[in-house]
Nanobody, 116 residues
Framework: QVQLVESGGGLVQPGGSLRLSCAASGFTFSNYAMGWYRQAPGKERELVAGISSDGTSTTYADSVKGRFTISRDNDKTTVYLQMNSLKPEDTAVYYC?????????WGQGTQVTVSL
């Protein structure tokens, strides 16, 4: 059974940091590209960051470049999203995904709220 379990979300003040984790199981983690999407209320889901299966290639949304860092540990079958200098507009539900060819798995999401 495939599982992607996100953790690390919460409430943080503007300028603060959070580290999201996504623990994966039920598939061959090292064969899948991984990443994070987010969805804010009333908005479409958008790609935040992605990382290749071997961790050598990453991609970021322009809005988070220089502030967010994606990484993965294939031994721990976990992908991370380090979020620094958070802004109110980063408030959203963050979803972890795993993708290979035509197949995509999704996590349940974790809420990130950036507010005073």
């Amino acid at each position: 059974q495939v599982q992607l379990v996100e953790s690390g979300g919460g409430l943080v003040q503007p300028g603060g940091s959070l580290r999201l984790s996504c623990a994966a199981s039920g598939f061959t983690f090292s064969n899948y590209a991984m990443g994070w999407y987010r969805q804010a209320p009333g908005k479409e889901r958008e790609l935040v960051a992605g990382i290749s299966s071997d961790g050598t290639s990453t991609t970021y949304a322009d809005s988070v470049k220089g502030r967010f860092t994606i990484s993965r540990d294939n031994d721990k079958t976990t992908v991370y999203l380090q979020m620094n200098s958070l802004k109110p507009e980063d408030t959203a539900v963050y979803y972890c995904y795993a993708a290979r060819s035509w197949r995509t798995y999704w996590g349940q999401g974790t809420q990130v709220t950036v507010s005073l």
